[in-house]
């Protein structure tokens, strides 16, 4: 006798899970994984540079759930403009009682950019002044959306100063911002770089901003350096910051921007602390002080949210 895998489409996850839901346990992951509760191995990555594409293989477990996942997730970025997204994955869900697959979500990237968006929304929010108001977005993809988007479910923002390498993209971003009631102007680099707090979503190779234009005081969160070759943030911010956030530690120095300023003498290899854990006891943050947290993407918030979603979906 053979049954049929459950297979859940992005219209079904989106109906299951709200954005309060993923918030919560996207938090409730990160603290998991910075309390020492998962399992994550190593992510394979594969590159495609005729294509400007790569792709990720996440897998991860929470300690003592049901479910572990192992999520295939690809960015190919030929295709410019907000219209279609870069982005494609599934997520396998595999019970870890007995290793029987008990779902397919072919969410499409969905869950990825869900939970890229709640975590760096969530240790934006954590790190960054509590007066802080303006936003510099470096990128103008779907991620750039989600992140202010996801980050005013949090806190007010009076201002996103939003720079790309392309003017048209930037604006097209800025009028999609505005329809979710987002006040939004393109900007320099510089002027992005000023803001109160940053995010960067860029698939750059080369840091996006000099880490001089940051004023004191500001919160600077990189969200896109997930691969060895990637860098947004200069490692010359990393020397000027007073607090250093990693969602990994190890997948930071390996292939994240706080890896790339330790190789290159600006940070201590063990200057990070886990982001989870300042989502658990936030740090007592000088008015003045730069914060930086970067961000590269744990299999265990995957774990986490998609098992949460298919616990929606099977309910």
Known sequence: MTTTLPVFDTGAIETAA?????????????????????????????????ANGDCHVKAGWITGATDF??????????????GTSH???????ISADT?????????????????TAAAGALVTHAMARPAALTLGLFGTGEQALLQA???????????????????HNASALCEELHKNGLPARPASAR????????????????PVL????????THVTGIGTDMPHKNELPPALFARAQLIATDDHAQCV??????????????????????????????????????????????????????????????
């Open 18 to 50: 709200t954005p309060q839901m993923v918030l919560d346990t996207v938090r409730d992951a990160l603290i998991a994984h910075a309390e020492g509760r998962t399992s994550v191995p190593p992510p394979l990555h594969m590159d495609f540079p005729q």
């Open 69 to 82: 996942t192992v999520k295939i997730a690809t960015g190919f970025y030929g295709r410019p403009g907000l």
């Open 87 to 93: 982005h494609h994955g599934l997520v396998c869900v």
């Open 99 to 115: 290793g029987q697959i008990r779902a397919i979500l072919n969410d499409r990237g969905l869950l990825t950019a869900w939970r």
């Open 149 to 167: 988007v996801w980050l005013a479910k949090l806190r007010p923002i009076s201002q996103i100063l939003v720079h790309g390498r392309n003017l």
């Open 191 to 206: 002027q992005a770089a000023g803001a109160d707090m940053i995010i960067t979503t860029t698939p750059a190779t080369a």
């Open 210 to 217: 000099n880490a001089a234009d940051v004023p004191q005081g």
């Open 254 to 315: 390996d292939h994240g921007d706080f890896g790339h300023a330790v190789r290159a003498g600006a940070a201590a290899h063990d200057s990070d602390t886990a982001a989870g854990q300042l989502l658990k006891t936030p740090a007592d943050r000088p008015e003045t002080a730069i914060t930086v947290a970067d961000l590269t993407g744990v299999g265990a918030l995957d774990a986490a949210l998609a098992s949460a979603v298919l616990h929606r979906l099977l309910r």
